[in-house]
Each structure stands twice: as structure tokens, then as C-alpha cells.
């Protein structure tokens, strides 16, 4: 809807007859604080899942191995 110049130049208008030209900075401060508030927290997630992963690697690997430990202590029949 908006994809050109003129459509965006329009949406910045309008958003400056609405909460008038001298809030518009207040509101770029608070978007940016949001914008790095969002950035962290995706960050932290991105390190819980990238741990919980590989703790989930690790007891994988460590099934395989006590699984192949007890294949071996079997007796043959």
C-alpha cells in the first residue's frame, strides 16, 4: 500500500498532523529504546535456546554412549 516514496512521505505527514512536530523526536527516542530493548531480549533468547540445545546434544550423546557401553557388557548367547 505504502511501497513508494510518496506513499511513506504520506504516513509521515500524517503522523506529524497527529502528535504534532515537536513530539516527534520524543517518539524516535522511545522507538529506538524499544528497538534495543527487543534486540536484547531476542539476543537472550537466542543464547537460552542455543543452550538448551546443546545440553539436549550432550545427554543425547551421552545415551548413545551408555547404550553402547551395555551392548558390550551383554553376554552372548
Known amino acids: ?3 513508494g516514496f510518496w506513499g511513506w512521505f504520506l504516513v509521515v505527514v500524517i503522523v ?3 502528535f504534532g512536530a515537536g513530539k516527534l ?3 524516535k ?3 529506538e529504546e524499544k528497538l534495543k530493548l ?3 531480549a531476542a539476543e537472550k533468547g537466542k543464547k537460552e535456546l542455543e543452550a538448551k540445545i546443546n545440553e539436549a546434544k ?3 550423546e551421552e545415551n548413545k554412549e551408555e ?3 551395555g551392548e558390550e ?3 552372548s548367547e
Open 25 to 27: 523526536p520524543d517518539l
Open 38 to 40: 527487543l534486540a536484547s
Open 29 to 31: 527516542v522511545q522507538a
Open 1 to 3: 500500500m505504502f511501497s
Open 58 to 60: 550432550k545427554k543425547r
Open 67 to 69: 547404550n553402547k557401553d
Open 16 to 18: 506529524a498532523v497527529i
Open 73 to 75: 557388557n551383554k553376554p
